[in-house]
Nanobody, 118 residues
Framework: QVQLVESGGGLVQPGESLRLSCAASRSIKTLNTMAWYRQVPGGQRELVAQIFFGGSSTYADPVKGRCTIARSNYNNAVYLELRNLVPEDTAIYYC????????????WGQGTQVTVSS
């Protein structure tokens, strides 16, 4: 089992940047893919970005070019930097990760609210 705890959400103005953090309760070397999802009320949870154990990453089209995902073995954490935020980025952002030994097992954080508004 692993606990994931997100932080860094809040209210930001359009055009600003934000960095979300997700701290894991155990070494992320035991985790395979680490990802950020987001969900708006009434909507489906959608993948924002993911980073694989080897360090490669993918991004959803709506954030491509203004988003960076990174993982830190030293801090046992995964980060998401979002730049040039727009109101459509408003959502609850969730951290997720799956187990290296059993990739069918996924862990989820509780989420952190990001609101982009002037």
């Amino acid at each position: 089992q692993v606990q994931l705890v997100e932080s860094g959400g809040g209210l930001v103005q359009p055009g600003e940047s934000l960095r979300l953090s997700c701290a894991a309760s155990r070494s992320i070397k035991t985790l395979n893919t680490m990802a950020w999802y987001r969900q708006v009320p009434g909507g489906q949870r959608e993948l924002v970005a993911q980073i694989f154990f080897g360090g490669s990453s993918t991004y959803a089209d709506p954030v491509k070019g203004r988003c960076t995902i990174a993982r830190s073995n030293y801090n046992n954490a995964v980060y998401l930097e979002l730049r040039n935020l727009v109101p459509e980025d408003t959502a609850i952002y969730y951290c997720a990760a799956n187990d290296r030994d059993n990739t069918d097992i996924w862990y989820w954080g509780q989420g952190t609210q990001v609101t982009v508004s002037s």
